[in-house]
């Protein structure tokens, strides 16, 4: 079975696939001083309580955090006997091109996105990621990733009106019943979400438009449930579109072997 791992600043995500489908997932926060035998600790006893006896074959690794790659590389070689792919290093192949300016870096996690898109989706497609920051990707018409947009992420910026407003007290993100508020809380909730619901429809005309042509919207990520609220916002939400992205690199590198 393939275990993969998606790393971001928040939090990981381990999801087992049996070949056709994924069976298991869980969700740790992300510490990039937690070692491998702690890893594997949580993770037998995770796959014990829910009585699921997994072969782990093969590992593969996105992550946004490089301090964490260093343990997860130990945990598949010491405890699954496998060296891992980690997306972003030579030795993993990529079944899309990738067109930014020379010596620019890509997230890992963005282009595991935009794989997975174009898997499903084919080209002409904006992945909106509600993460720590909110990403729009654009995958071409031939799949390639041609480039993107990085905002900051919703609850960061709760966070930072939080921090830098000593009078605002720390709010969890919600839809309000009402756009005005009568109250300090339901005056930030407004704020934040239909300032994201404003922000990803402006985004995303200037993206079509720049473009020049129709273009699927899919959100991903934890908030983009919350967002799928607002109307014609996105054309799809998909929980899993990362693991996804991660099993079709690791079958397309498998080919080329």
């Not at 070949?19 to 926060?29: A, D, L, N, Q």
């Not at 014990?48 to 964490?68: E, G, Q």
């Not at 996690?109 to 002409?124: E, F, I, K, P, S």
């Amino acid at each position: 079975m393939l275990l993969c791992i998606d790393c971001g600043n928040t939090n990981t995500v381990f999801s087992i696939r049996n070949g056709t489908e994924f069976v298991s997932t869980w969700r740790i926060s992300t510490d990039w001083k937690r070692t491998a035998d702690e890893y594997h600790v949580w993770l037998k006893t995770l796959m014990m309580l829910t009585k699921f006896d997994a072969d782990i074959t093969d590992v593969i690794v996105s992550s946004t955090v490089p301090r964490v790659v260093f343990n997860l590389r130990v945990l598949a070689d010491r405890y699954f006997n496998t060296r891992p792919l980690v997306v972003g290093r030579a030795d993993c192949l990529l079944p899309i091109d990738v067109r930014v300016d020379t010596g620019t870096a890509v997230g890992p996690d963005r282009l595991v996105n935009t794989v997975a898109a174009n898997d499903r989706y084919g080209g002409d497609t904006i992945v909106v990621d509600f993460g720590t920051a909110t990403t729009f990707d654009v995958v071409g018409s031939d799949g390639a990733y041609v480039g993107g947009v990085i905002a900051p992420g919703v609850n960061l910026s709760l966070e930072a009106l939080h921090m830098a407003a000593a009078a605002l007290p720390h709010v969890d993100i919600s839809k309000p019943q009402r756009v005005v508020g009568t109250n300090t809380v339901a005056c930030m909730q407004s704020g934040v979400f239909w300032g994201y619901v404003g922000l990803v429809k402006e985004i995303c005309a200037r993206i079509k438009a720049e473009r020049d042509r129709p273009m699927r919207v899919i959100a991903t990520g934890g908030l983009a449930p919350l967002f799928q609220q607002a109307e014609d916002l996105f054309d799809e939400y998909v929980d899993d579109l990362t693991m996804h992205g991660l099993s079709v690199i690791h079958n397309h590198n498998k080919e080329m072997t």
